[in-house]
């Protein structure tokens, strides 16, 4: 049988597997590259078999629909949120927006992360980062919404709600000792829901977790409450919830671009990547912050594992939990979303799946 390039590719990918799995802890987790980085499609555009890749699109978020065959894509530099195929990377539909968005302007959301809980229900947030107060202000977004339960994919305007963070961000890093320059640099780029059981009161407990890209000097994840369903445009309140040291790459500082929790192993998935002043990318890592050790730390710095190294070329930005009908919960598959600013370097946003295998031998 003759093998297509495109399948001797996919084989060549597999086959690499146990060189890339080899930047795990040996007899922790796994990590095996189920596809390539491939572009998103502009299929509004396309003229014949042929679809031009979007160049436009930089996707700095991601999290599933339904059985996880589309999903959400955010991008960072428009309010509407875009309906994609998860298997071709194909738009479906309009882009998806409310009245209760923002209004398009050149600074009006830079959506940078989006999380999902239990019920499906969806939560977005702007980076609250800025230049100036009044950028900071148009990026200060945090949405609450879902998806129409018939038909295709719409926005359900009478679910949407906004809540505030900022105030409760600028009170949280001042308390922790940080300088006012280091406040100023304050850019949201990871956000999760965490839903446990509080042993003292026996009560579900649903947290919303927001990952900071800067200030950098550690990698820092902050929580607020969400049990009692705050009301409607309150400032949420928000507290540490872990800190660690992500090093560098190259030379060049590791920031934290997506936090996502993984209920089966109790901890948080986290991804650093590194982009220097020129705008070239220095590699991924993508880390694991277990419960426990959070726990154990009391408000000190955690020691995060170190799961996987990967594409020096590009920068992940986006990461999501993609449902899956097994029921063996030591595997699961991930979905990475690649924002290669696309504005500045032509390179056009990509997407992977990746498995993640976790071994009897793990330490968590």
Known sequence: ??????????GLGLAICPWLAGAAPAGEVLVKPITFPAAFHDRAEASG??????????????????????????HDKKVPLRVIETATGRPVGAPLVSPRFPEE??????????????DGTFYVVGSHSGKTDDERSQHAKLF????????????DDGSVASWRLDAALIQSLRSLGLSQ????QRKIEGLA???????????????????????????????ADLSANPAEAVELSLAPLFAFEPGTREGVRSQLTSLEYLPAWKGFLVVTTTEDELNAFHGNTLWFVADDRIAEAKGAPVQAEKLWVFE????????????????????????????????ATHIPSRFQVVELTRTSRSAF
């Open 1 to 10: 049988m003759t093998t297509t390039p495109s399948h001797w590719l996919l």
């Open 49 to 74: 078999a042929l679809e031009p890749l979007d160049r436009v699109l930089e996707a700095s978020a991601v999290e599933p629909i339904g059985d996880g065959r589309l999903v959400l894509i955010a």
């Open 144 to 155: 609450r919404f879902r998806l129409a339960e018939a038909g295709a994919p719409t926005i």
């Open 105 to 118: 302007t050149p600074k009006s959301s830079k959506w940078e992360a989006m999380a999902k809980d239990s």
């Open 312 to 343: 020096a070329a590009m920068k992940a930005e986006g990461l999501c939990i993609l449902p899956t009908a097994a029921a063996d919960s030591s595997t699961v598959r991930l979905l990475i979303v690649y924002d290669n600013d696309a504005h």
């Open 193 to 223: 829901i965490r839903e446990t059981v509080s042993e003292a009161a026996g009560k579900p407990r649903r947290e919303l977790v927001i990952g900071l890209r800067q200030p950098d000097d550690l990698v820092r994840a902050f929580a």
């Open 181 to 184: 320059t280091a406040v100023d």
